[in-house]
C-alpha cells in the first residue's frame, strides 16, 4: 500500500537528511516531550489597562458595533434595539444554552436551534474573548453550534466582561483549564467576513456574516 | 499545476507591456506595503516586533532540526482524537489520496479552500478526470477557476491581475445573471452562487497554515469564511499540506498567527482562525464525521540538513512578494509555477530541480527588501545567491554567460592587458557616449541596454588614476 510505504520513506528521508545520531532518537523525542509540557510563552504584547475596553476598542477596528448592557436579562431588548435600528428581521437563531432568555417579551422570534442557511440573525455567546485583538473564542459543542456565527448574514455575540482575556494564550489556557481537551472546532471570529480579491478593494461581508454586533454583558 | 518557469525571460517583456497588469501591480505596492509598516509600528506600541520575529524563527527551526520527532507527535494525537494521517510522497500520491477518500466516501462535489499544495499537485485535473466536481470557494481562487483554470499570480490574493470589468463579465456569463459593476455586488453573487456547493458538497478540501502538534489539529486562515463552512457543512474534511508546516504547541500558533497576519495583510489577526481536529462527537449538531490529514514532502525533505533547509521556515505570508521590486514590475505568472517572487525563485527550483528554473534565482537585484520583512527571518537574496552558486557548479550556466566570465578571468589575471582593455573599453564607450553623460544602447548587450541607460565612462579608468595618485603621494612623502 501506497500509505504505510510513503510514510517509512518520508521519514527515513527526513532522518537522512537530518543526519541525527540515531542513538539520540530517545532523547530528541524526551526533548521534544519536554518542551510541549512547558508550554513556553513567547515575546507577547503586555496589555496595561482595563481589558474591557482594549476589547472594545479593537473589535471596532475589526468592524464590528457594540453595546453595553447591566446583565444578561437585558440581552433580549439589546438585541431587539440593534435589529430594529438596521431594519433588520426580528427573528432568528440561538444557541440552546440561552433558550431561557426572554426573546418574546423583546418582541423576538428567536429560536434555540443550530442554524440553516434561511436563517438571517444567528445570536451566540462566548467561550471566552480576546483584547489583544477584539477577537470572540467560540466552541463548537452540542450546545454551541458553529453554524450560528457562521450562516447568517447578521451574527450577534453575548460576551462577559468576566470572560474577556488579554490574548490567545490566555484562550488556550482557560480551555484547558475548563475542558481539557479542545472539542472538534476552536472558532476565533473578528468582525464581519470580508474579501479583497477583487483589485484588492476591501468589502464587508463575504462567506461569512455581513454584520457582528457584540454585547458586552457587565455581570452574569 | 505545469512547471513553466523555463519561459520566465519570454513572459517578462509581455507583462511589462501589460498595461492592466501594471495598474493593479501599482495597487500592491500602495495597499500591502504601507498596511504592513502600519501594523508593524501599531505592535510596537506594546511589543517588539523584532523579538516577536526572533521568537517565530526559532519555532520554525526547532521543529525543522526535528521534524521526524514532530510528525510522529503530530500524528500520534492527530489519530488519538479519530482523524487520520496519510502521507504523501509527491503530487501524485496527494492525487491518489484523495480520489480514494472521494470514492469510499461517495463523493460527487468537493467545495475547496485555498490549498497551495493541491496546485502543486494539480488535484483539480485528476479530480476531474475521476469524476468528481471540485470548487474554489476563496474568491480569488474562484474567479480563476471560472476564467478556464487560470494560474494565480499572488499567494495570498491569486487574482489580482485581474480587473473588476473581467470579473463582471465573467460572472454573467459563467452564472447567467444580469451583469454587476460593483464589487459588494460580485461578492455577493459569488456568496449565493458558493453557498449552494458548500450545501451540496460532502467533503471540504483545505491546506493548513499550521499544524500542531500538541493537539493533532490544524489551523486556518481566512478573511472570507470560506474555510469554516468547507470545515463545517461537508462531512468528510481532507487536509493537504506540507511536512513542514507543523508548529509544537499552541502557544507557538499564537506567536506566528500574530506574524503572519501582519505581514500577509496588516491585520492584527485575519477574521477568521480555525483550530480543527479530531471529527464530531454524536450531539454536535455539526461538523466532519470524518477527517483526514495528507502530509506532503514533494521534495522538502531534501531540504533538510542543507544550507537551503531556512526556505522551508515559510509561512506563506507573501510580505516577499509584496517588497519585490522584480515581483512590483512583472507580477507573479512570469514565474511560471505555484509560488511567485522571492519565495517562489527559492522554492520553485527547489521542489522542482535546478535545471527547470535557471532563471528564477537571477530574478532578483539581491536588493534585501525581502530579507528584511520575513516574518521568520529566512535570508531570501543568501539563499538566491547560493542557488546561483548551485547553478553554476552543475554546469548549468548558458555558453554566452560562461565564455564571458572566462574572457574576463584570463584578462584579471594578466594586469598588463587588462589596462590595455579598459582603456580601449573607455574610449569606445566615450565615443558611443558622443558628450552625454548616458547611453542608451549598447551592441554589446541589446536585451539589457533595452530598458535601461549605461553611465558614460568617467575621464580616465580607476587603474589610470590610482597609478598618478601613487604617483603624487610618493612624491609628497
Ligand atoms: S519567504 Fe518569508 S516573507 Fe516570503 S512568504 Fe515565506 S515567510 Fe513570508
Known amino acids: 500500500m501506497t500509505g504505510t510505504d510513503s510514510r517509512d520513506d518520508i521519514l527515513a528521508r527526513v532522518r537522512a537528511g537530518l543526519a541525527h545520531d540515531p542513538a539520540l532518537v530517545d532523547t530528541r523525542r524526551r526533548a521534544a516531550l519536554d518542551y510541549l509540557s512547558a508550554r513556553a510563552q513567547n515575546s507577547r504584547p503586555r496589555l496595561a489597562g482595563d481589558l474591557t475596553q482594549r476589547f472594545c476598542q479593537r473589535a471596532l477596528a475589526m468592524s464590528s458595533t457594540l453595546d453595553r448592557v447591566a446583565s444578561l436579562a437585558q440581552v433580549p431588548a439589546a438585541v431587539a434595539r440593534y435589529l430594529t435600528a438596521n431594519g433588520l428581521p426580528l427573528k432568528g437563531v440561538c444557541w440552546t444554552c440561552h433558550a431561557a432568555l426572554d426573546w418574546a417579551a423583546a418582541g423576538l422570534h428567536v429560536e434555540a436551534r443550530a442554524a440553516g442557511h434561511d436563517d438571517l440573525v444567528g445570536i451566540t455567546g462566548a467561550f471566552c474573548a480576546i483584547a489583544e485583538t477584539g477577537t470572540l473564542m467560540l466552541l463548537s459543542g452540542a450546545e454551541t453550534a458553529a453554524t450560528t456565527s457562521l450562516l447568517p448574514e447578521t451574527h450577534i455575540a453575548i460576551v462577559p466582561a468576566s470572560r474577556i482575556v488579554a490574548g490567545m494564550e490566555d484562550g488556550f489556557a482557560l480551555l484547558r483549564a475548563e475542558h481539557g481537551e479542545l472539542p472538534h472546532a476552536v472558532n476565533f471570529v473578528s468582525g464581519p467576513s470580508r474579501t479583497g480579491d477583487i483589485e484588492l478593494t476591501l468589502v464587508l461581508g463575504a462567506h461569512g456574516p455581513y454584520r457582528v454586533h457584540l454585547l458586552i454583558v457587565a455581570d452574569e | ?477
Open chain 2, 1 to 477: 499545476m505545469r512547471q513553466q518557469s523555463m519561459f520566465f525571460s519570454a513572459r517578462v517583456d509581455e507583462k511589462l507591456a501589460d498595461v492592466r497588469l501594471q495598474a493593479n501591480l501599482r495597487k500592491v505596492k500602495d495597499n500591502f506595503v504601507h498596511v504592513f509598516a502600519a501594523a508593524k509600528h501599531d505592535y510596537n506600541q506594546e511589543a517588539d516586533f523584532e523579538a516577536l520575529r526572533d521568537a517565530g524563527a526559532a519555532i520554525r527551526k526547532r521543529v525543522l532540526d526535528n521534524l521526524d520527532i514532530w510528525l510522529e507527535l503530530f500524528e500520534q494525537n492527530a489519530t488519538a482524537r479519530g482523524a487520520s494521517v496519510l502521507w504523501a510522497r509527491n503530487g501524485r500520491e496527494v492525487c491518489e489520496h484523495v480520489v480514494n477518500i472521494a470514492r469510499q466516501h461517495g463523493v460527487s462535489k468537493a467545495v475547496k479552500s485555498k490549498s497551495m499544495l493541491s496546485e502543486e499537485a494539480d488535484l483539480n485535473a485528476a479530480l476531474s478526470a475521476a469524476g468528481i466536481q471540485a470548487v474554489e470557494t476563496d474568491l480569488g481562487e474562484y474567479i480563476l477557476q471560472i476564467a478556464g483554470n487560470e494560474a494565480p499570480s499572488h499567494i495570498i490574493a491569486p487574482a489580482m491581475h485581474k480587473n473588476l470589468d473581467e470579473v463582471a463579465d465573467l460572472f454573467a456569463k459563467t452564472h447567467h445573471t444580469p451583469r454587476k459593476t460593483g464589487i459588494p455586488e460580485l461578492a455577493r453573487e459569488a456568496r449565493e452562487v458558493l453557498r449552494e456547493h458548500f450545501t451540496s458538497a460532502q467533503m471540504g478540501i483545505t491546506g493548513g497554515n499550521f499544524l500542531i502538534a500538541e493537539s493533532g489539529s490544524v489551523a486556518l486562515v481566512t478573511n472570507e469564511g470560506n474555510a469554516r463552512l468547507a470545515t463545517t457543512l461537508p462531512r468528510v474534511h481532507v487536509v493537504i499540506t506540507g511536512i513542514e508546516k507543523i508548529v509544537p504547541t499552541l502557544e507557538d500558533l499564537a506567536t506566528l498567527l500574530r506574524l503572519l497576519t501582519r505581514s500577509a495583510t496588516g491585520q492584527s489577526i485575519s477574521n477568521y482562525v480555525s483550530v480543527l481536529g479530531g471529527t464530531r462527537e454524536r450531539a454536535d449538531p455539526e461538523g466532519p464525521q470524518h477527517r483526514m490529514f495528507i502530509l506532503v514532502d514533494n521534495a522538502r525533505s531534501g531540504l533538510l540538513g542543507s544550507d537551503m533547509q531556512p526556505m522551508l521556515h515559510c509561512i506563506r505570508c507573501a510580505a516577499c512578494m509584496n517588497h519585490c521590486p522584480v515581483y512590483h514590475s512583472i507580477g507573479g505568472h512570469a514565474y511560471g509555477w505555484v509560488y511567485p517572487g522571492p519565495m517562489g525563485s527559492i522554492l520553485t527550483p527547489m521542489l522542482t530541480g535546478l535545471e527547470n528554473a535557471l532563471e528564477l534565482p537571477q530574478a532578483s537585484t539581491l536588493c534585501n527588501q525581502c530579507g528584511d520583512v520575513c516574518p521568520v527571518r529566512i535570508p531570501l537574496p543568501e539563499l538566491l545567491r547560493m542557488l546561483r552558486e548551485k547553478q553554476t557548479a552543475r554546469g548549468l550556466r548558458p555558453f554566452r554567460e560562461r565564455a564571458l566570465l572566462k574572457a574576463w578571468a584570463w584578462l584579471a589575471e594578466r594586469p598588463g592587458c587588462y589596462a590595455l582593455a579598459t582603456r580601449f573599453a573607455r574610449r569606445y564607450l566615450a565615443w558611443l557616449a558622443g558628450g552625454r553623460d548616458r547611453i542608451d544602447h549598447l551592441a554589446v548587450v541589446p536585451g539589457w541596454s533595452k530598458g535601461r541607460d549605461f553611465p558614460a565612462p568617467q575621464v580616465r579608468t580607476f587603474r589610470d588614476l590610482y597609478a598618478s595618485q601613487q604617483r603624487t603621494h610618493c612624491r609628497g612623502s
